[in-house]
């Protein structure tokens, strides 16, 4: 027996017949192209991550130029349209992921790893010391910066949410400090640059709660957790093995195959995550929205009182 009584059926079908439909996931809605780059963007990246983690610089270099090129258009295309919290946190991620992709292309160019695979892919021309150390360096810097610019707008949204002349909302206050973790994975790169294991894994590990914590907040259960933001958890702990592999235990190959492993399964999560993106910016774009719709109401009530 069914446990739908049939009026409530009729009236379940009415009220979903008059629900507007989803719009197409498509490049040329400027609703959902800023999370249709982002999705691609990070699809390409963790392609990327596969092709690093095994030293296959044909996956890793154009998986990562894909990655940054459309992190970038992304950001840059769609700037005018974000909030400042929010574009803070997006420039952070260009930064660091650019950055990232950089000392990336200098270790499979120049660098001679101490793990050797049968292939052989890597480096592309001849062992340069000084040429990879100088990019390294530069990958340093670029990683501090994208970690100054968070503290940065930290600073920023702390000061507009403590003064009531700003009318900062909690949850962009609190949405901003959750997803610190970006700052901990640009932390985690900057660490690991300089070899320093200890700090490098514990600001990769940190980051994994974070990320958990922030995801639960957000879709407001744990069992309503979305797979993307539990594949980049498993990213995390990816990462964790091949700094351990790569710092401590230099020539071993099974840690890189055993983060090539979990990689592999991060990023058939993150791909299989499109309507989550989707959502993602289409909430975005309601609220945002409303937001204007609201401004309007609240300049008109103060044109109507003057």
């Not at 027996?1 to 009584?5: D, I, P, Q, Y």
């Not at 989803?22 to 959902?32: K, L, S």
């Not at 993307?228 to 594949?231: A, F, K």
């Given at each position: ?5 049939p009026d409530?059926v009729?009236e379940?079908?009415?009220?979903h017949?008059r629900?507007?439909q ?11 192209q800023?999370g249709?780059?982002?999705y691609?963007?990070?699809v390409?990246?963790?392609l990327?991550?596969?092709?690093w ?8 270099l154009?998986m990562?130029a894909?990655a940054?090129?459309l ?8 700037c005018?349209r974000r909030?400042?919290?929010e574009?803070?946190?997006e420039?952070v ?9 950089f ?7 120049y660098d001679?790893p101490d793990?050797k695979?049968?292939?052989?892919l ?12 100088t990019?390294e ?8 910066v994208a970690v ?10 702390t000061?507009?949410?403590m ?10 206050f609190a949405?901003?400090?959750?997803q610190?973790?970006?700052c ?9 640059a300089?070899?320093?294991f200890w700090p490098?894994i514990?600001t990769?590990l940190i ?11 957000e879709s407001g ?5 979305r797979r993307?933001?539990?594949?980049w958890?498993?990213?995390a702990i990816a990462?964790a093995?091949?700094i351990?592999g790569e710092?401590?235990?230099?020539g071993v190959?099974?840690?890189n195959?055993?983060?090539?492993a979990?990689?592999f ?14 959502a ?5 774009s309601?609220?945002m ?8 109401t609240?300049y ?6 003057a």
């Open positions: 027996m069914s446990k739908t009584a409530d009729e379940d079908g009415l009220e017949s629900r507007p989803d719009p197409e996931w498509d490049w040329g809605d400027r609703a959902v800023p249709c780059m982002k691609a963007a990070h390409f990246w963790m990327k991550e596969v092709g983690v095994l030293l296959i610089p044909e996956i890793s154009p990562g894909a940054a090129g992190t970038f258009a992304g950001v840059g295309l769609h005018c909030g400042f919290a574009l803070v946190l420039l991620m260009t930064i660091w992921l650019c950055t990232n992709v000392w990336m292309t200098s270790e499979v160019i001679e793990v695979f049968p292939w052989s890597s480096p592309l021309l001849a062992e340069n010391e000084p040429v990879y150390s990019m360096y530069m990958s340093s810097i670029g990683f501090f100054a610019i968070y503290l940065l707008g930290l600073g920023v949204i000061f507009w949410y003064n009531p002349k700003y009318q900062l909302p909690s949850p962009t949405s901003f400090l959750l610190s973790y970006l901990s994975w640009c932390l985690k790169d900057f660490f690991w300089q070899e320093r490098a514990f990769d980051t994994v709660p974070m990320l958990i914590v922030n995801a639960r907040l259960g744990w069992h309503k957790i993307n933001s539990w594949s958890a498993v990213w990462s093995v091949w351990t710092l401590k235990f230099p190959a099974i840690f195959y055993v983060s090539a979990l990689l399964t991060s990023f058939v999560m993150l791909a299989s995550s499109y309507e989550h993106y989707k993602a910016e289409l909430r975005k309601s609220s929205c409303e937001t204007d719709s609201s401004d309007s609240d008109t009530s103060d044109e109507s009182k």
